[in-house]
Every structure is written in C-alpha cells, then in structure tokens.
C-alpha cells in the first residue's frame, strides 16, 4: 500500500491534479475523478486501487476530448474513435465514450445522415452517388445511408440538379465536337455522383442544340492541328490519318469531309 501525501493543482491545467504517493509524483487526475475515489491526503492505495483510478481517469479526459470535439458539428461513431484514437487513446477507450455519448444523446448515425444529406441537398449539387459515398467514408451504416437519402433528396431534386450541371458544363467544352462535348459533359456528372439514367434524361431536358457553326469551328482548329502534325506524309496517308484523327475526337463524317474537299 502506498499513502496519498501530497495534492496540488496544475499550473497549466485548473482541472487536473497531480497526485503524490509517499512524497514522489505518482500520476495525474481530473477533479470529477479526485471526487469520485475521495482522493485526499493520508489515503492509502494499492496496485488496483491506482489501475482503476486512471482508467477512470483517461475515460473522463477521453469524453472531455469527445465532447469538445462534438461543439463544433455533428459526428459519426466512427469520426469519434478515429478522433479519439488519433489522440492516443485505446481503442477501448474510444468505443467506451462512444456508448457513453450514444446514451446521453449526444450520438446518433440516423440523425446524423438526415442532417448531412438534407444539407448536401440544399446547398449542393451533388448527385445521390457523391452524398452516399461520402456518408460511407464517415462510417455510417449503408441501410441509414439509404434511408436518409431516400427522405431528404427526391427523384425530382436529383434530376433539377443534374440539368442544372449540364447548363453549367456544356459551354466549357464547346471548342469539342458536339459528341464529345455531351462524353465530357456525361464524365463530369459521373465524378458528381450521377447515375447513367439520370445523366440521360437530364441531357434530354437540357435540350442541348448542336451549333453546327461552332461544329465546324472546333472541326478547323483540329484539322489545322493534325494538318501540320504529319508534313512528311503523301497526300493519301495524310488524308487517313486526319480523318481518322477528326472521327475518334468526335467530328461527323460529313464535317470532316467537308474539310478534306475545300483543303485538298
């Protein structure tokens, strides 16, 4: 057994107090956790005594940590153990304060996925795709992802938003042919979280309109382009490799023979 000696405040830390067993340093606690075991002068403690008393202790620090981490926005489950394990603590530890904060309502994945999705809704573009996947990186549970997804952002939402981004997106590529332009405009969509299916009707809402003039533009540049790249050629091995060059970046054959005739 070992006697409490001596009990003085941190300079650094008003809440913790350092604790002295026969007149040496032996550890620090909290003051909840001081009151907890009636640490006074003149207590005596064993091995057990000491083990329970810190465990106590890094409990009540690790749900300090959690709780000022949790002030600033809502958390997952998983975003307070990966916090609290990035702060050192053990992994017991962590999910101990996480049952802690579950009970005290401090926690909740259901809640947490409404309020996430419906803010991604309202002050986002992104499809259902980007909002699920990013839930899942926060590690909520795939069927509360579906769920509150499904609540918060309706059929109707998803499809307004893409044509928004098709508006948004196809006049950034219009120096491309036209079917590239919808590939590239079809890509972005894809990197938002977009389903093909989505991606398809909002193109056809968009209405997008081939602007055959700014077709042709685009077509010149390019043909000009590949025209210098293969000097050496004679004038049927350059004619095939342009038009090949021309069809793969997405230009019709009428356009690209349309060039050949006036330039040959």
């Known amino acids: 057994m070992r006697k409490i000696t ?8 008003k809440e913790r107090f350092n604790i002295f067993l026969d007149d040496e340093y032996a550890f620090a606690v909290y003051e909840t956790t001081l009151l907890k075991f009636q640490l006074v002068k003149g207590k005596e403690l064993d091995e057990l005594d000491v083990e329970e ?5 890094q409990i009540n620090k690790a749900y300090t940590s ?4 949790l002030s600033f926005r809502m958390r997952t489950e998983k975003e307070i153990v990966d916090y609290l394990i990035e702060k050192e603590y053990e992994a017991y530890v962590a999910k101990e304060i996480v049952v802690k904060l579950k009970d005290q309502g401090y926690l909740n994945d259901e809640e947490f996925a409404i309020a996430y999705a419906r803010t991604q809704v309202n002050t986002t573009l992104k499809g259902r795709g980007i909002i ?10 795939k069927i509360i992802i579906e769920d509150a997804v499904e609540a918060e952002y309706s059929s109707e939402q998803e499809l307004e938003h893409a044509v928004n981004l098709v508006v948004k997106y196809a006049p950034k590529y219009k120096k491309d042919s036209f079917k590239i332009m919808i ?3 079809e890509q972005a969509l894809v990197r938002k979280g977009y389903s093909f299916s989505v991606i398809k009707l909002a193109i056809e ?3 997008l309109e081939e602007d055959t ?9 390019q043909a000009e382009k590949y025209h210098r790249k293969y000097p050496d050629l004679d004038d049927y091995q350059q004619k095939m490799k342009l038009k090949g060059a021309l ?13 050949l005739e006036e330039n040959q």
């Open 53 to 57: 008393i810190l465990f106590s202790d």
């Open 247 to 259: 069809y793969r970046k997405g230009f019709t054959m009428d356009l690209i023979d349309r060039w």
């Open 205 to 207: 809402e968009a209405e």
């Open 66 to 69: 959690a709780v000022h981490y």
């Open 6 to 13: 001596k009990i003085s405040v941190q300079q650094k830390n």
């Open 132 to 141: 699920k996947k990013e839930l899942m990186e926060k590690g909520v549970d």
């Open 183 to 185: 590939q590239k405009v």
């Open 213 to 221: 003039s700014e077709e042709w533009d685009a077509l010149v540049k």
